[in-house]
């Protein structure tokens, strides 16, 4: 494994109480990931995968045990201090993206910023959204609406949007569920390109082959860790783009 | 989070719904708009009344003949003859820091001049009476006591009465037959405009009260006692004496009502513009209700802003937005839909109000307290109403408002 731990959860519970009855989502889950993972949690329905990711995503609170992330203890956290937190070490990605309708990419990317604590002008934001949305192919697009992209130009937004903060770590939450298999590749091939370049991934997803683009496979199964191994043969994007269409050359990026 | 780029969110939120924003805001413009016309149509009549009733003249008491209550029975002001020419003599004589007595009797008839008649009111007053009222004369000179005493054929006509008679020509020198008994005319009085009753104070002839008394009207009793005092402190106790003399005059025993009514300028400026000042609040109130009814439409479409915007409020605070940031963003946006809603209605108001002065010919005056008011009124309801909402929204669960469909 990676030599340095950035996610650390030491027996989590998550403990939901519906009434009368306590769902018990997540039932003591230990595990570390390092930087420069890219780590696919995967999991049925109600296996805690979702709540898990939700924990790892300083979005909710574990009932019990202690979340460390990048050595800082999250687990006991006020709502301002979780989102100061996700602001600047957490990158989110949804499945339904998640743009603001009617905003522009640039401006998509630069909200982070602005719940941020930087001191930076304007002109200083518009360079780092540009050049991140740069990053993820997508020169050029700065000006357009969530409506005038596709969904897989959709998603490369919010993927920058993760990154304006540069985040220690990317939560990307079934970000293929809503793009055609071959967008999934390339979708894919952007968060492989970007783990190349050190930056460490989880994710959650329900489909086997997405998970195979990550290094790392954890399987939840009733709010436990049932399998957790790294991955032996991987899917490079590009070779699965080319599988899937011959004549479309992708742009997955370089390291820069 | 800076307020900048909050103000640019709250307006591109309030743009996205044109419509919407615009009926929205449209309480609040016609409740400003109502408040300020409203304001200024009080506050002109306010004005117009303190103008009339300064008119009148500096510390003026007036005794009418007849009472407000007779036996009970509620009867005119002048109504009955109970004044005589010794009460003002007595008034004048008796009474301490009286400066001016003018003795009044009040009529009406034909006036007649060539071949042009009018119809008017003819007063007959003491020389003192164009002092007490501060009306001079456009024009000649005013009768003199010696023409008091010698129930003279002389007298001053208004600016309207020369007018309708005489036209453009000089009516000085000239003979007027009032009632048939021709009098000469020694001066023009200037123009004083409309009564706070709405009378043309111009459409007027005044001569001496002894003529007046033998030559046209008849009878010995006065409608009226014009008294001028020195100061205004003198006017209470000037009041009260004259009170007590007049009652004295009039053999009237303790318990028994007045058989005249005394009035001071102040009274009477006093009750003129409380009537104003109570159709102002009125007016004012009916437009208060308008804007809360336009703060309750802000409230209610907030609320459906924040329920459609659920997302965009989960991404926000997913991203690192504080409970505050969202509060902060969705009160921005109701108090700049209520403050621009404050500015356009200002507008409307001050363009109603001019409208009304220009066609309507009401007085108006605007005042620019109750314009300040209005926005940080407008201002203040975008808050009131808006922090329910804005409270709503940054109470949501993230996990809650990014799974909101």
């Known amino acids: ?256 | 989070m800076k307020i900048l780029s909050t103000l640019k969110i709250a307006f591109r939120a309030l743009r996205r719904n044109k419509l919407r924003s615009v009926l929205t805001a449209l309480g609040i413009i016609i409740g400003v708009g109502a408040v300020i016309a409203m304001v200024s149509i009080g506050n002109g009549a306010k004005s117009q009344v303190e103008s009339q009733i300064a008119s009148l003249g500096e510390n003026v008491i007036l005794i009418f003949s007849g009472s407000v209550t007779a036996s009970g029975v509620h009867t005119g002001w002048g109504s009955a003859g109970t004044l005589k020419i010794e009460d003002a003599e007595a008034i004048r004589r008796e009474v301490p820091g009286v400066v001016a007595v003018s003795d009044e009797i009040v009529s009406t008839g034909q006036v007649s001049a060539g071949n042009q008649n009018w119809f008017t009111r003819i007063y007959g007053e003491s020389p003192e009476y164009f002092d007490i009222r501060k009306w001079p004369l456009e024009d000649g000179a005013s009768f003199t006591a010696q023409d008091v005493r010698g129930a003279n054929k002389v007298c001053v006509i208004g600016a309207t009465t020369a007018r309708q008679i005489f036209g453009s020509s000089s009516p000085l020198g000239q003979i007027l037959r009032i009632k048939g008994v021709p009098f000469l005319i020694t001066g023009v009085l200037t123009s004083k405009g409309l009564s706070p009753q709405g009378t043309d104070q111009d459409d007027i002839i005044i001569m001496p009260y002894t003529s007046a008394m033998k030559r046209v009207v008849g009878g010995t009793t006065l409608r009226g006692i014009d008294v001028q005092v020195g100061s205004p402190n003198d006017l209470d106790p000037a009041q009260q004496q004259i009170t007590a003399l007049l009652r004295q005059r009039h053999n009237i025993r303790p318990g028994r009502d007045d058989d005249f009514t005394v009035r001071n300028q102040q009274e009477i400026a006093e009750t003129a513009t409380a009537t104003a000042r109570v159709m102002t609040l009125l007016l004012a109130a009916i437009a208060c209700v308008s804007l809360v009814v336009g703060g309750i439409g802000i409230m209610n479409i907030m609320l459906v802003s924040v329920t459609e915007r659920t997302r965009e409020i989960g991404v926000r605070l997913a991203v690192g937005a504080h409970g505050r940031d969202i509060l902060t963003q969705f009160l921005i946006e109701a108090v700049t839909l209520s403050a621009i809603g404050g500015v356009i209605g200002i507008l409307l108001g001050l363009g109603t109000s001019r409208l009304l002065s220009i066609f309507a010919h009401w007085p108006t005056l605007i005042s620019i307290p109750s314009i300040v008011a209005a926005f940080f009124v407008s201002a203040a309801v975008g808050i009131f109403f808006g922090f329910y909402p804005a409270r709503e929204a940054a109470r949501l669960d993230p996990i809650e408002a990014l799974r909101y469909e």
């Open chain 1, 1 to 256: 494994m990676a030599e340095q731990v950035v996610v650390r959860l030491e027996d989590v519970h998550k403990i939901y109480r519906t009434g009368e009855v306590d769902v018990h989502a997540v039932r003591g889950v230990s595990l570390e990931i390092g930087k420069g993972e890219f780590v696919a949690f995967m999991g049925s329905s109600g296996s805690g995968k979702s709540t898990l990711m939700n924990i790892l995503g300083c979005l909710d609170r574990p009932s019990r045990g202690r979340y460390l992330l990048d050595g800082i203890d999250v687990s006991g956290l006020a709502r301002d201090e979780l989102a100061d937190i996700r602001n600047h070490k957490l990158g989110f990605v949804f499945q339904s993206f998640n743009l603001l309708a009617r905003t522009s990419a640039r401006e998509n990317v630069e909200l982070p910023l602005l719940y941020g604590t930087h001191r930076l002008t304007s002109k200083e934001l518009t360079a780092r959204a540009d050049k991140v949305l740069e990053s993820v192919g997508l020169a050029g697009r700065e000006a357009h609406h969530p409506s005038q992209l596709s969904g897989g130009q959709q998603q490369r937004v919010a993927i920058a949007r993760a990154l304006i903060n540069e985040p220690e770590v990317v939560l990307a939450d079934e970000p293929t569920g809503n793009l055609d298999s071959r967008t999934s590749a390339e979708i894919m091939g952007v968060f492989q390109s970007l783990n190349e370049r050190g930056i460490t991934i989880i994710m959650v997803t329900h489909e086997a082959d997405i998970a195979s683009y990550a290094r790392r496979n954890i399987v939840m199964r009733d709010g436990l860790v049932q399998y957790d191994q790294p991955v032996k043969q991987r899917f490079s994007a590009a070779g699965e783009a080319r599988k899937l269409s011959d004549s479309v050359a992708l742009e997955v990026e370089a390291p820069t």
